[in-house]
Structure formats: C-alpha cells, structure tokens
C-alpha cells in the first residue's frame, strides 16, 4: 500500500488526465472529476507529509529495478511539503474556475487533461530521485502549460506563448547538455548516486555542467538575466491560469535549484555562493523596479514573481541550514499568497472585463469581503506581521546578517518596502478610488455579485495565509526538517542506496 | 492525388507495411523493435492508404478515429503498470505469464511488458496518423 501512496502523486493526475480525455462530452463530469482528483491530491501529500515527519524519507524503485539502476521516487520532507502546498493551490482554483466566471474557455474541454497532465509534471518533477526524470517531467510541464496558453486562438496569447516555449525549449536544451556531461563523467544519473560519486571527479569537469544545469533552472525560475519570457507571457493569460502557473511552475525551478545545489554541486556552492547573491540581489532589485511602473495588475504581479524569487536563491546563495530552512518557508509562504492575489485580480478580469488599474476602483464598497481578502494577501507578500510574509522575510533576513552579508540584507529590506508600495497601489487604485466615471468603455456596475466558489477558494488562500503566520513556529520546525536533509546529504543517499527492496 | 501507379502500388505496399508493423512490434522489447517504431510504421501505412484513395472512397478507414486510438494506448499503458499493484509490488514492475509461439516471429513471452508496448504502439499510431491527416486536410 505504501508502494502505490508514493507514486500515487504521479498516477492520479494521470489517470484523471486519461478519463477527463476519454469522456470531453460532459463540463458537469469534468470539473467534479478534476475536484475529486485534487481533492484526493491533497489527502495523499498530507498523508505522505505525515509518513515522512514520523517515519523518514520514503523511497520507491519503480518496477523492482535494483537501485543505482532503476527509477527512484525519493519524498523527503522538503518535496511533501512541496506536494501539500501545490495540491492545496490546485485545489483551491479548481473550486475558483468552477463557476463560468473565468474567461478560461472551458467549454472547449480541452482544459481538464491538460491542467492534469501539467500537474502530473510539477507533482513528478517534485518527487522524482533522478535527473533524467527531472528532465522528463520538466517536458511533460511545459508541453501542457505551453499547449494550455495556446488554447485561446489570440494574437497576443500566441505570442506570448511562442516566446515561452521558446525559452523553456532553450532551457530544456541546457539541461539535457547539462545531463550528458554529468552522465559522460559519473555514469550515473541517479541524484543519490551522482552526490555519492562527484567527490571522485576533479572539480573542472563538474563546473561545465553545474553551470549548465543553474543556467536551465534559471531559466524555468525567472531569475536575473534569464527572467525575460516571464512578463512577456504570463500577463496575457486568463488569471486563473496565470494563478497557477505564476503560483507553480516557477517554483519548480527553484526547488530543483534547491535539490541539485544542495545535494549534488555541495563543494562547488561554496566557491559560488557570492555569486548566488549577487544574483539574488539583482534579481530582487530588477523585478521589483519592473513592478513598480506597472499599472496592469497581472503584468505587476509577473514582475513581483521575479522579484520574490530572489529571495529564495538569496537563501541558498547564503547556504547554512538556517537560510535555506528559511528559504523553504519562503517558497512556500510566497506560493500561496502570489496565486492568491492573482486570483483577486482574476475577480477584476471577471467584474469588469479588465485588469487596468486606471479603469477599475471603488471595490472597497463594492465587495467590501474582497478587499479584506486582498489585504491579506497583499500584506501578507509585503511583509508586515502577524501574516506569513513577515516571518519568512525576518528569519531570512536574519540569517543573512548572522552570515554577515550586510549589503544583500539591506537590499532585501529595501525590495520589502518597495513590494509594500506596489502593493498598496493595487489598493489605493483598485480599492480605494472612486470608480472612474465619464467617458468609460468598462461600464461601472454599482452593485457586484460573485459566485460564492470564488469567495471559498480566495477565503482557503487567505486563511492559509494567516495560518502561516500564527503557526509560524511549527512551519517552521517543518522547514527545518527539511533543511537538514538538503544540509546533510548523507541523509539521503543512505535512504536511497541502502534502501532494501 | 490521381495516380494510377501511386494507387496500385499502394493496394500492395498497405498489407506489407502492416505485417511489418505486427512483426516489429511483437519482435520488440529485448530485440530491435517495439511499440514505438510499430506505430509509426502502421501510421505511415494509414497515411499513404489516405493519400491514394482519399477518405471519402474508404468507408473503414474513417473507422480508425486517432482520438479514439490514442485513448485506447493511452489506457492500455496506464493499465499494464496497475497489475503490479494488485500483486502488492511497485507500480510498472513487470509480471511475465507463459509464453505462446507465433510463425515467422518465433517465441514470444506474455506479460505486462508486452501489454505497455500495445500502449505505446496504439498511442504513437494515433498520434502520428492524427497530425499526418489534418496536415494532408489542410
């Protein structure tokens, strides 16, 4: 039983996948099918997540192969933390999409397999104890998203999703370069058995494909100079999707950042880890000045993405066990409140056919529950207690002037306070302002209704939010679990290699 | 395309190239061969018979419907891992049955492998016939 729980993340969205595919006739049997498979999603993560804070890590060699052969599938504490957040966040826009509110086109049912394939990969992407794996779910993630951004026949749509798979191609080519060299000089691909073997290796033939592999998952992470396709393509999608991709697929890339750096380039992090923050604090300081300009919400979240990525490789670029335990709480905090307020914004889209911060306002009389629920959120991302931000940005920060890097502690208070004025111009100007009368092609509605779907996913969002930051000692405690493994790679590769079958 | 020639010599090539595709895919897994290179293979067969007759003239060739092969591979590789399960083992581990002796094959082992490899075969044939007809259509 516990052999089918392990992969169950990856065989559920594909089951689903293949019957949403086999029965497109109904959106009725589609969308309760997509909320039980999630709904099950969610039950599954939260089960291996309790397997793995009491028992340790839980490793599956798919079809008996003897292991450094074989296929693994490694959940440690940082991937089910992983998987509980992004099945709580596929959950909740499955509940948001269910009314017809969001533009989504779903009617043309194509939706359904895909958003389940695409969630087979982030889910197989996090589990998975191989890097040709990775490779592989990587594909699969960008096949779907890219298939999924295309699916409305627009001309900016298209474009903006020709430029994506552009670059993720690009990145997809990086990392199997990447992984030619590495399988050239080790023989092996296996992440429990390359960090086992990288130590017989002289350091120059791994510097190639470390550098390859950060220069892929940068890509897929939006960090500094690779962050490019990220504003150019996700403003254009519907807001629902745009939650899931700006919430998901980015932080993908971080987390096998993460993996790799941590378990595999050890030796190497430590001759780079300047250059990690250097990165970092240009990748903050970019993405928030983008931000800042921006009067269209989707297209100012996008560029926040960015901004807030930066923080977590400045985690990992500050390398102890209570950076990247910070890090990790991070990611996750980050998850939930972006996919949140992209849902906010996906409130506009649906009110008032716009997201123009010109052409909206007065939301604060219109839906006055709204706005508490954006205040949250927004707050919550900017940082300021009792919310999730707060403890994530303070235990980083902390971290980075006990390790003494004062100039990257003092960038990331300063993107804080610069999150914190974009922020409060999506209130000032959404929320606050008078709608804007006169000569308006939007008509201005006094009175607005939304379908109560909406308001119980952006509520579940919300609450996390707040959750976060009141349990924050526990989440913590988690986060920690989880970096000790990233910080003690023994850990894992004695979990896996001398795992009896 | 009007071709005579092209039309008659495609009445000969469709049986061959399914024979071929049969004989790959079963010879595949620890030979050369398999469910990938049938698939295309038969694709290929199902593309020239369009070509040279056109839908509209051949009733039973509308019967193969890509959609409905690519679901039916779909399931069928989905499938051949669920059998491990129920014999409690990790999922896609390969369970092996009796053998049965085919003519001009020769010796062929039964199991899940076989089973996925049906998978494959259906999904790539498809696929592949899929996108080959809608840019013929076009």
Known sequence: MMQLLIIAPVILPLGTAILAFIFTSSLNFQRWLSLISFGLQLAVSLLLFEKVTHSGLQVLWIGNWQPPFGINLVIDQFSALMLVTSSLLVFCISIYTWSQGINLREKQLRYYPLIHLLFMGISGSFITGDLFNLYVFFEIMLMASFVLMSLEKKRSRIEGAIKYVTLNLLSSAFFLAALGLLYGNLGTLNIADLAQKISLVESANIVMPAVLISIAFGIKSGVFPLYFWLPASYPQLPSAMVALFGGLLTKVGVYAMFRVWTIIFRDLQTDLSSWFIIIACLTMIIGVFGAIVQYEIKKLLSFHIISQIGYMILGLGIFSKYSIAAAIFFIIHNMIAKTNLYLVGGVFEYTQGTTQLKKIGGYVKLLPFLSIIFLISALGLAGIPPLSGFFAKFLLIKEVFIQKSYIAAAIALGVGILTLFSMLKIWAEAFWKKAPQGDQVYSVKTTLKLPKTMYISMSILASATVLMGIEAQTIFSWTLDAAEVLNKPEIYIDAVLKNPL | ?138
């Open chain 2, 1 to 138: 395309m009007e071709s005579v020639i092209f039309k008659s010599a495609e009445r000969f090539l469709f049986p061959v190239q399914s024979l071929m595709a049969m004989f790959f895919l079963l010879r595949g897994h620890n030979e050369p061969g398999g469910g990938f290179i049938a698939g295309l293979i038969i694709a290929c067969a199902f593309t020239l018979k369009k070509m040279a007759v056109g839908h509209e003239a051949n009733f039973w060739l509308r019967s193969f419907s890509a959609r409905r092969l690519v679901q039916l591979g779909w399931i069928l590789a989905f499938a051949s891992g669920i059998f491990a399960v129920i014999k409690s083992q990790p999922y896609l581990t390969a369970i092996w049955g009796p053998s049965i002796f085919i003519p001009g094959i020769g010796k062929i082992k039964l199991g899940t492998v076989l089973l996925f490899d049906f998978g494959v075969f259906f999904l790539v044939w498809g696929m592949v016939m899929g996108i080959f007809f809608l840019l013929i259509e076009d």
